[in-house]
């Protein structure tokens, strides 16, 4: 089966502009997470959806971060303004929910 | 809350010789936990997990990991290192986040293997 697909593979911005993060999950997962994994830590859970709507965001921060997951299908994670901080890869991964992940590639940025 | 401590940030092992990548978990209730794996500049890759059948989980490439309830520990085991088993190596508790679960990553063991 294909894979989470994610894009762009990789970006680089300056601070205060914007950037979207975009993701395909495998077909019929109806769960989708993002997570930001910094530079030698592990991943953190950022936002997971169940088809379309928001399961758990508590993560997320909302000033600066959305994410929307229309029709249930693809996902789009987008920052404005950027930081520095915000450095970081973006891991997309899908689940049926019985317990498997896949995960992408990630989506490395760079704010600088 | 679940959470995952992995004790060594780092481990170095000679090839041939046996690794054992360390992983203590807190959890409410009986865990899923696994192990992922992630080379340099590549996505995670599932090593094993664990849902509550055998305590002795078997994986790819060779790893296994034994789930201690009374120890609440997960460690990773392989019994003779590879060249190319060097990478990043993370232990992960599924927890229950409202209407689902979700994933939780520990900080990651970084295992270096010399020639």
């Known amino acids: 089966e294909a894979g989470v697909a994610q894009s762009p593979r990789y970006k680089i911005i300056e601070k205060r502009q914007s950037v979207a993060f975009w993701c395909n999950p495998i077909s019929g997962h109806a769960t989708l997470y993002w997570y930001q994994q910094i530079l030698g830590q592990g991943p953190k859970l950022l936002i997971q959806?169940?088809?379309?709507?928001?399961?758990?965001d508590s993560q997320l921060p909302k000033d600066r971060f959305s994410a929307e997951r229309l029709k249930g299908v693809d996902s789009t994670l987008k920052i404005q303004p950027a930081k520095l901080e915000d450095s970081a890869v973006y891991l997309c991964?899908?689940?049926?929910?019985?317990?498997?992940?896949?995960f992408g590639s990630g989506t490395r940025l760079t704010v600088v | 809350a679940q959470s995952v401590t992995q004790l060594d940030s780092h481990v170095s092992v000679s090839e041939g010789t046996p690794v054992l990548l360390r992983c203590n978990y807190s959890s409410s209730y009986s865990p899923s936990l696994f192990w992922y794996v992630q080379h340099p500049n590549k996505g995670l890759q599932l090593l094993l997990k664990y849902t509550s059948a055998a305590t002795l989980v078997k994986g790819i490439n060779g790893f296994e990991a034994e789930f201690k309830k009374s120890e609440t520990s997960f460690h990773l085991t392989k019994p003779s290192a590879h060249m190319s088993d060097a990478a990043e190596y993370f232990c992960?508790?599924?927890?229950?986040?409202?209407?689902?679960?979700?994933?939780?990553f520990g900080k990651g063991t970084t295992l270096s293997v010399s020639s």
């Open positions: 959806f169940q088809n379309n709507g928001v399961v758990d």
């Open positions: 992960v508790v599924s927890e229950i986040v409202q209407a689902g679960t979700a994933l939780i």
């Open positions: 991964a899908s689940s049926t929910g019985g317990g498997g992940y896949t």
